[in-house]
């Protein structure tokens, strides 16, 4: 689980896709990271492997 960055209440991880390319939406570096979703929630987030961060991705 991790703690919703707003509210603070945990989301129960549903998925983690590993090293998928793509571009960091906190340091626009390209690498490959890792994307979590998760359960009940409609919000993504990237794992950064250069800025060592977990990215909240906005949605659209």
């Known amino acids: 689980m991790i703690p919703c960055p707003t509210t603070g209440r945990p989301l129960r ?11 960091c939406p906190a340091c626009a570096s390209q690498g490959q ?8 929630d409609l919000r993504m987030a990237y794992a950064c492997p250069l800025c060592c961060q977990l990215v909240w991705v906005r949605g659209a």
Not at 33 to 40: E, I, L, N
Request: avoid cysteine.
């Open 33 to 40: 990271g890792g994307f979590v979703s998760f359960d009940g």
């Open 13 to 23: 991880i549903a998925t983690i896709e590993s090293e998928t390319t793509a571009i």
